[in-house]
């Protein structure tokens, strides 16, 4: 199964729409979306084209594609206007015999079995690393990229992870 994860969207409806357009490309079962849907956050500059009500119309129109957990940008408010879930600090999905706890990252991961992956978000820097007997990947932010990184997402598929920016150009990989 093809997956497509991404973080941070901040309410940028040009990143938003960038998103979307390579989910036409990729063309995946399910995009992960690991938080901070549509609010920028009282610490982040005011990201291009910012229009919260547009963002949640485009995501609107994709809800049995995506699959959501709540960033610390996150409310009620903002589930309000969304008619996907996205208040559940975590959610696991079980691909090709992996289990994937998906986070975006602010709140402390429960403990995990060994072999199971860590999705998150929240510090919109793109990274894998391990952590005992565990893969944490970050797919970065679709739209406040920080450490010199690029607007990113990352793609799932056949024991494949790529990191990507928003042109599709893949920038690392981790081969499980």
Not at 3 to 10: N, T, V
Not at 57 to 65: C, F, I, P, Q, V
Request: overall charge negative; some cysteine; proline content about 6%.
């Amino acid at each position: 199964m093809k997956l497509m994860i991404a973080s941070d969207l901040h309410g940028s409806v040009a990143c938003t729409e960038r998103l979307l357009k390579r989910m036409d490309e990729e063309n995946p079962k399910k995009l992960v979306l690991l938080g901070d849907l549509l609010y920028h956050g009282p610490r982040n500059i005011l990201p291009m084209r910012y229009d919260t009500a547009r963002v949640a119309e485009l995501l609107n129109a994709r809800r049995s594609s995506l699959f959501c957990v709540r960033g610390n940008c996150d409310t009620e408010v903002d589930q309000a206007v969304l008619q996907f879930p996205i208040l559940s600090d975590s959610g696991l999905l079980f691909v090709d015999g992996l289990t994937l706890f998906a986070t975006h990252g602010h709140l402390y991961a429960p403990p995990l079995s060994p072999g199971d992956i860590l999705l998150h978000g929240h510090t919109h820097v793109p990274e894998h690393t391990v952590f005992g007997d565990n893969p944490v990947l970050n797919p970065g932010s679709t739209t406040l990229p920080r450490g010199g990184s690029k607007n990113s997402y990352m793609t799932y598929e056949d024991g494949l992870f790529l990191w990507k920016t928003l042109d599709g150009d893949v920038f690392d990989r981790l081969e499980l």
